[in-house]
């Protein structure tokens, strides 16, 4: 059996509105507003990642702006170039830039993670929507909804993307399966769906890897989940409460860079470990956790942090 090296989540990615997965309602609703393409408001997708927001404004960009999207289109990762100057010198030069083919309503520029942008960015972007919106639309793109000024909101047209359930990320996953000639069992497609929670584009990674072991099962998507590793999770709680901070970081530290487990992952199996063992500190130990979650999030140094809160821990277990 061969593996292609293209990512599946890319050479499946839906090219055309009506094949996107789920999101029934907001796909009825953005079929009804290209009845009448000149006046679309600018749109603002919300919802979890991997869920279809981006791929529906690229589907979108296409079906408006036809073979000449790519020239018509500016796609931006707003979390990459946060700052105001991104705003006022990439957006306004591609949105001034050059008058319109005739055949072209407008042009599209679709800004990703919008709600990483500082507020400054915000405020400068929401001057730029409305100086330039005789000929460009804008679909923004947010994970967190309320992290978008109100001025940016009122806008646009709002629309809050919903989890992908079950069935319908298991009736995909099978698709891609059958295409690529893999073997699927239903334990190995039910363990992908409750590891990633919903998320189609983690699902099919999930989905690829695995199959390089050989056929999708539960023990194989575990083993590439790093699933197989949470027991270790355990130990570094172990570990850390018994005082031994050298030893439990040097475990996480190795969970993180030998086996690739992610810091968010790590955080995520330490909660689950300290109320499945009924620690004494319980309350305690969960708001650090929750505490170091949120100063990773918002940009600080995963390793100290993590070892921040072993320590922490330590204390606690004192």
């Given at each position: 059996m061969s593996i292609s090296n293209t990512m599946w989540v890319e050479k499946y990615r839906p090219q055309k509105i009506s094949d996107i997965v789920n999101q029934k309602e907001i796909v009825g609703s953005i079929t009804a507003l290209l009845k009448n393409v000149s006046e679309m408001p600018h749109l603002l997708f919300s919802g979890s990642a991997g869920i279809?927001?981006?791929?529906?404004?690229?589907?979108?960009s296409r079906e408006i702006l036809g073979e000449r999207w790519r020239e018509y289109?500016?796609?931006?990762?707003?979390?990459?170039?946060?700052g105001i100057n991104m705003v006022r010198e990439r957006v306004k030069?591609?949105?001034?830039?050059?008058?319109?083919?005739?055949?072209?309503?407008?042009?599209i520029i679709i800004l990703d993670e919008a709600d990483e942008m500082?507020?400054?960015?915000?405020t400068a972007l929401r001057r730029i929507i409305e100086d330039t919106s005789k000929f460009c639309r804008f679909i923004l793109i947010a994970n967190n909804i309320s992290k978008i000024i109100e001025p940016i909101q009122s806008r646009c047209a709002v629309f809050k993307f919903t989890r992908i359930e079950e069935n319908d990320v298991v009736t995909?996953?099978?698709?891609?399966?059958k295409k690529e000639k893999v073997k699927v069992d239903e334990d190995g497609l039910k363990m992908i769906y409750d590891y990633t929670e919903g998320d189609l584009r983690h699902a099919i990674n999930l989905l690829q890897a695995s199959s390089s072991?050989?056929?999708?099962?539960?023990?194989?998507?575990?083993?590439?989940?790093?699933?197989?590793?949470?027991s270790d999770v355990d130990a570094v709680l172990k570990l850390a409460v018994a005082g031994k901070i050298l030893e439990a970081r040097n475990k996480m530290i190795e969970l993180i860079k030998v086996y690739g487990m992610s810091e968010s992952d790590f955080l995520k199996y330490l909660n689950e470990a300290v109320y499945r063992t009924k620690q004494?500190?319980?309350?305690?130990?969960?708001?650090?956790i929750a505490e170091y979650d949120y100063r990773i999030l918002?940009?600080?140094?995963?390793?100290?942090?993590?070892s921040a809160l072993l320590a922490q821990i330590s204390n606690l277990g004192k």
């Open positions: 279809g927001k981006t791929t529906l404004a690229l589907c979108l289109t500016l796609e931006l990762n707003a979390s990459d170039e946060r030069k591609f949105s001034r830039f050059a008058g319109l083919d005739t055949e072209i309503p407008f042009k500082t507020g400054d960015a915000q995909h996953l099978k698709e891609i399966a072991l050989g056929a999708v099962t539960e023990e194989n998507v575990k083993a590439s989940a790093g699933l197989t590793r949470t004494p500190n319980l309350a305690e130990i969960s708001q650090a918002s940009g600080a140094n995963p390793e100290i942090q993590l």
